[in-house]
């Protein structure tokens, strides 16, 4: 069982009635499941708003760890705990403070302090090691597998060795995948996604700042050269070795589901990046493969099946209720 | 830093270039022949499709530098590059205060050297490499560039009696 829930790093957990549904959807789960049957909660980036976690003597720090405490927080009830419930975050361009280098990677080991500290042994972190490009794994075998990636980082990174290694790491994971009859499927889990139907995927709009992003200037586009080249070497790697069953991502505001047919492409692309910030769904490239988008607060929970089989629900707020119900659901295979 | 850190150490980037506008404004104000309610609406324009052009300008600073590989992250990062949009609106300003038909003159050629510079780019785009990318940064880039300087041309053209004037005199007064 995972959740998936995106960029919800920007209200605290008393102003956010999706990270009260959230923990409520975890405990039922938690407590029903036994406890070789793993739920794993997926935080995918952009966990603190607007500039990561700031150093500790800053007056930003408490809000900025009350951002962060929310999200564990959904993670963290009795039946959670009692069942080894893990809880998962990703970096993204936000926690990063939206720099690079030695500042950006501060901001990073802040965060991953802090969750530290929150901590219950090991049971809630962040994937990959600061700085690192990843992937990091997560062994849910025989369930799944999730391989962690740090796409922020990789956006910056300049070095060509560096991001060969990675990608030579992410092609020995998929091989051994895709080689055995019973391996588990993989999962790639980062903030940055290779397909979107959001504003940083959709052209939309008129004016300088709609023209720059058609320019490809905005480096969180994917039309940026930095994106594209990210983008073009997942694709290589996928085609060679196959691709991953899910790519999980968010960044883009939107709930989102693509299924793709081909092999350079993973089989489903979900973006579920409306945590904490909602933003309108444009019109997808064609080959991207859109099944359902929706711009709204939600998350979404992937159930393995006995069968081999899983099925994807979109939980979405409906009017000005509370809760959040399945609007969107397809069987995974 | 903080986002407000960010923008205030960039808007300190930008005070070098303020200094003088401040300065020509001020001048403006002070001694200005023209009588004022004229001066006033030109003024007024002026610094309104300055700052505008100004805006286009920096969106031109900022693909420029993407093709260069350097991007910005945040709005900190902007620094410099933000100084078209005070300059423009204090140079179009007392450029309407002391002589509108001279602004006139900026604005219509700065406007042709725009639509030209924007049609130029991204042809350039489409041959050098072809894709909408390219297209759109040679919009950016090209459109700043004719903006630029079909408006420094039509201020310089501008002799008040139709004919070509060689040399711009801008007489800043000062109250000392």
Known sequence: ??????????????????????????????????????????????????????????????????????????????????????????????????????????????????????????????????????????????????????????????????????????????????????????????????????????????????????????????????????????????????????????????????????????????GSGSGSKVSGVGDADPDDALLWAAGRPGYMRVIFLTDGGARLEVMTRVGKEASFVPTFAVTMR | MNRSSYLRSSYLRTLPALIPCLALILGTGLASPRPAAAQTGDAVLGGFLGAGGGAFVTAGLIAGDALRGRYILNPGDLGWRMAPVPLGAAVGAFMGARNGRRLHSSLAWGTGGWVLGMAGGALAGALLEGSEEAVWTGVLVGGAVGLVAGSVAGALAWSGDGGVDPTLALQVAAPW
Do not use: C, K
């Open chain 1, 1 to 270: 069982m995972i959740y998936l829930a995106g960029d919800a790093g920007d209200v605290p957990r008393e102003d956010s009635p999706l990270l009260q549904a959230l923990r409520r959807d975890v405990e039922a789960w938690s407590a029903a499941l036994p406890p070789r049957v793993p739920v794993v909660l997926l935080f995918l980036g952009d966990n603190v708003y607007p500039e990561g976690v700031r150093p500790r003597p800053s007056r930003s720090f408490p809000a900025d760890s009350a951002r962060l405490a929310g999200q564990v927080w959904a993670g963290s009830g009795p039946a959670a705990r009692t069942h080894g419930t893990r809880v998962v975050f990703v970096p993204g361009n936000h926690d990063w403070g939206n720099r690079g280098g030695a500042e950006g990677r501060a901001r990073l080991e802040n965060e991953a302090r802090l969750l530290e500290e929150m901590g219950d042994d090991g049971r809630i972190t962040l994937e990959p090691t600061p700085g690192e490009l990843g992937p990091a794994l997560l062994d849910l075998s025989p369930a799944v597998r999730i391989a962690f990636l740090d796409t922020h980082a990789w956006l910056l990174e300049e070095r060509d060795a560096v991001r060969a290694a990675a990608l030579a790491e992410l092609e020995r994971l998929l091989s051994d995948t895709h080689a055995a009859t019973d391996a588990a499927p993989l999962i790639v889990a980062a903030h940055h996604p290779l397909v979107s139907a959001g504003p940083h995927g959709a052209r939309r709009g008129w004016g300088p700042l709609a023209w720059l992003h058609r320019a490809g200037a905005m480096l969180q586009d994917l039309n940026s050269a930095p994106y594209r080249e990210l983008r073009r070497s997942m694709r290589d790697v996928f085609r060679r070795t196959g691709a991953p069953l899910i790519w999980a991502a968010g960044h883009d505001h939107v709930l989102q589901v693509h299924r793709s047919e081909g092999t350079d492409l993973p089989r489903w692309s979900l």
